[in-house]
């Protein structure tokens, strides 16, 4: 993919987001309706709306074209894996909606996401939306990463703002680490909840040091390629800390499995924090 058709694609999604995220903005919320998802493992993986489907559909619609003319493929949240991504060079991922409990509960969290992955499961584009302050947040595969059309910068205070998922609060193993990473010296504020994994991962940017991870375990579920693939890309080009436990780089496309609860992941603005928890949970295992 060279770099021209990466600016291309790029705009493409970009236009797609904020297209969705207009959407979002504008849909009355009295006409809300809200479903839930079978045999998925916690609130916030169970919960969907009309607005979810809607979303993914308007997304795909813009889509479109750029996949018949660049022969891509595509995995999206709302529609069963056709398999595409482990056929095609790239494809499209999208998470229309990410964060949808705090959009049901009307409270800021949620996004937009669309990335384009390759098939070796490396993040060629991230594109982020937030709809609730209207921000836009995007990085191309050695073009660097942006907020708004400027250059993503991390500016640092004093204090580690910790970033956790509503459901690792009742896992005994984080509240570990973090005792861990007062040991080292870290002054810790949170953890913070209520955000969906895009936008915990963007906040950890906006509220450097920052850090969201989540832990590896047996049982599927705790996220999917389409909750990371964008933040992914955009730490990357940002030159932040986006690892699984084992120090590797994520995985973005496992043929076995569209879940990502096997190798867990590590999203740092700071480096040093991304080290010590990385150290902590191998020497744990």
């Known amino acids: 993919m060279n770099e021209d058709k990466l600016k291309i694609l790029t705009d493409t999604a970009i236009e797609a987001a904020k297209k969705a995220g207009n959407y979002i903005k504008s849909f009355p919320r009295e006409d809300l309706n809200v479903e839930m998802k079978d ?19 308007l997304i795909v619609e813009h889509l479109k074209d750029s996949m018949s003319e660049y022969d891509l493929g595509l995995l999206t949240e709302e529609t069963t894996d056709d398999q595409s991504r482990l056929k095609k060079a790239f494809f499209w991922c ?15 969290g949620y996004a937009v996401s669309i990335a384009l992955i390759s098939r070796s499961g ?27 059309g400027h250059k993503i910068q991390i500016n640092e205070s004093d204090d580690l703002n910790i970033y956790l998922d509503r459901s690792s609060a ?20 949170g953890p ?25 375990k047996k049982s599927e579920g705790g996220g ?4 990371f693939a964008a933040t992914c890309c955009i730490y990357t080009e940002a030159g932040l800390t986006c690892i699984n436990e084992e120090g590797q780089p994520l995985n973005l496309n496992n043929e076995k499995t569209t879940f990502m609860h096997e190798s ?14 990385l150290n902590y949970t191998q020497e744990s295992k």
């Open 39 to 57: 045999e998925q493992e916690t609130l916030a993986s169970q919960v969907v709306t009309q607005v979810d489907k809607e979303v993914e559909s």
């Open 94 to 108: 999208i998470d229309p909606i990410d964060g949808t409990l705090s959009f049901v509960e009307n409270q800021e």
């Open 122 to 148: 490396v993040p060629c584009i991230g594109v982020v939306y937030d709809p609730v302050n209207s921000v836009l947040y995007y990085a191309s595969k050695g073009l660097g990463a942006y907020k708004d």
């Open 170 to 189: 009742k896992d005994e193993r984080y509240e570990k680490i973090l005792d861990h990473l007062k040991k080292q010296g870290f002054n810790i504020t």
């Open 192 to 216: 913070k909840l209520g955000y969906g994994a895009v936008m915990n991962a963007i906040k950890s940017i906006e509220n450097a040091p920052g850090c969201y991870f989540k832990l590896s």
């Open 224 to 227: 999917s390629i389409w909750d």
């Open 264 to 277: 867990g992941i590590i999203y740092s603005s700071n480096h040093e924090v991304a080290l010590t928890i």
